[in-house]
């Protein structure tokens, strides 16, 4: 998707070329502070987000980064390409930062699919189906992790397994630094198509 607008939200000191950099702070392409509603971008207008260490630091209310959730559906087109990537918040790089304000994770990412939302109901699971509560629907499509450097190196040389990573993972802090998704918008949203609401197979 080559023809929308692109954005580099929170840019800071690492604006890329060929997208509208902005930032609250500095002298981006475009000074916008991401908790002010509405983003100065039309409905349907943006192909490509990248959130490059910067949804940590926003909505440190709930309402705010639901809010922010929302913005960045309305102003994308479907089939948008959303990146982001954020520090574990298990990771001291998420502890340290006193502007950090909220984790973001793949399953928190999750909760925004409504297709994922629509299984949930079927199956009676209680989680959130925030997707179909805030009219929003984005598919996480693609996500990494970058191992902590320690971490990464026991594992290239053999001295410990995938199995034992996961463990680990679950167990402690410092395992993982970063988490990096990709998610697309989906639109219309999933609960508009006619059989959104028929039984699983
Ligand atoms: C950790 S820095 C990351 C900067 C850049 N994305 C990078 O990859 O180097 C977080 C950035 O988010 C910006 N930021 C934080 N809160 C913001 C807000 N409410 N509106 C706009 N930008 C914000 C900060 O000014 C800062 O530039």
């Not at 000074?31 to 002010?36: A, G, N, S, T, W």
């Amino acid at each position: 998707m080559s023809d929308g607008i692109k954005l580099n939200l929170g840019c800071g000191g690492n604006p890329l070329d060929g997208y509208v950099n902005v930032d609250k702070y500095g002298t981006p392409d475009l000074k916008h502070d991401l908790e002010v509603f509405p983003w100065p971008f039309e409905d349907d207008s943006v192909s490509d987000v990248v959130l490059n260490h910067v949804l940590e630091h926003l909505g440190q209310k709930t309402e705010t980064y639901l809010a922010i959730i929302g913005e960045l559906y309305r102003v994308c087109r479907g089939g948008a390409r959303i990146r982001i990537a954020v520090p574990h918040p298990r990771h001291d790089d998420f502890l340290n930062d006193p502007t950090h304000v909220r984790a973001v994770t793949p399953d928190g990412l999750l909760l925004f699919s409504q297709r994922k939302n629509l299984e949930w109901r079927r199956r009676r699971c209680a989680n959130s189906t925030l997707g179909l509560n805030l009219g929003v629907d984005f598919e996480l499509v693609d996500f990494k992790l970058e191992l902590d450097p320690a971490w990464g190196q026991r594992l290239e040389k053999g001295e410990i397994d995938q199995n034992v990573l996961f463990d680990a993972v679950r167990r402690y802090n410092n395992v993982v630094k970063e988490f990096r998704m990709e998610l697309r918008v989906v639109k219309p949203p999933t609960s508009a198509s006619p059989r959104s609401d028929s039984p699983a197979p």
